[in-house]
């Protein structure tokens, strides 16, 4: 067959537009259901005990907008489109954001650790070494001066060993001031003087601009193991804490159901607000789970609680819907409720 210069030109525009569609880069971020996935063959007691049912990570999938992801969001149910800033800020790029939220699921994981090992009672050691930051807030004093990875160990002389420590001493100062910041960065002692200033979305609030993991060292017995792969973010902390008490505990924790849920949680066990608890809900739902834990966040009218609520009564699931403010509360609704 031959083809005229018309036709070869014709399909070659159609080819390269076609690429376009389906790969060029827009603004916007797509979010919608990801996966739920049982926990055990994640989390690993070292001879950790059994039970009759599961418990589950539920994920949110994301990903930046092409065209054609573009328009399919926009037809198909439970994908929401946000400008790309929302989600990643800007001046950060995807591989950035990518490994601050790897890093935020270890200190999660560590979190876990202290509230299901502390809650059964079993040995646990910690040791802190000062914290790290995770992100710099763009146009804010520490631009420029301190970067994703660095191990702040002192403010003007007074030692950080966590983050609380950090955020306490600056919340006593006022926008003006200047602090003394010293820092590791890949094996290097470094200083920093910084301006402290008004956060732009928050004139109450002043600070550096940035955000913080504490560096800690947690020695368990009997060991734990973690292989959460690529999975990141901080909303899986009420589960894995759940099912470390678990396999840590004689007592089936389960009662032999199907137990997802999702929300960070602190060192002290309480449990805070996510982003997607509605695709959440959709993706437990389609997994068949029983009971499915919300952040309650106080009983605030807007609550991750109330979004799964609505959801949930949308896709007319069986499932139930079950708030928390702390891991006691959904640890004492478990062991409430009857066998299944």
Known sequence: ??????????????????????????PFYIQKPGNTEALNPIVEVADGYTSDGEMYL?????????????????????????????VIPEGITTDDYMHAQLQVMES?????????????????????AGVYVV??????PSIGKLEMGDLITQIDGVEITESTDLINYVEEKAAGDR???????????????????????????????????????????????FSSGQIGGPSAGLMFALEIYDQLTEEDVT?????????????????????GIDKKVVSADREGIDIFFAPNED???????????????????????????TFQDALEYLESIPEK
Not at 59 to 73: C, K, W
Not at 135 to 140: A, T
Not at 259 to 270: C, F, H, K, L, R
Not at 304 to 319: L, P, S, W
């Open 1 to 26: 067959m031959r083809f005229s210069k018309k036709k070869i030109l014709i399909y070659l525009i159609f080819f390269i537009g076609l690429y376009f569609f389906a790969t060029y880069q827009l």
């Open 58 to 86: 539920v994920t949110v999938s994301g990903l930046q907008a092409t065209p054609l992801h573009y328009l399919l969001a926009k037809v198909l149910p439970h994908n929401e489109i946000k400008p790309l800033h929302e």
């Open 108 to 128: 999660s994981q560590e979190a876990s650790l202290v509230v299901a090992y502390e809650a059964a009672e079993q040995d646990i050691t910690i040791d802190y």
């Open 135 to 140: 992100s710099v807030v763009e146009d804010m």
């Open 179 to 225: 602090i003394t910041v010293n820092f590791q960065r890949e094996g290097e002692q470094l200083t920093e003087e910084i301006t402290l200033d008004h956060f732009p979305d928050d004139d109450t609030r002043v600070g550096m601009g940035i955000s913080l993991v504490t560096d800690r060292e947690v020695t368990v017995d009997p060991e734990v193991n």
């Open 255 to 275: 009662k032999g159901y199907e137990v997802a849920g999702t929300g960070e949680i602190d060192y002290e066990g309480n449990v805070y607000r996510i982003g």
């Open 299 to 325: 009983g605030r009218e807007d609550s991750n609680y109330v979004v799964a609520k609505e959801k949930a009564e949308e896709i007319g699931t069986e499932m139930e819907i079950v708030p928390v403010d």
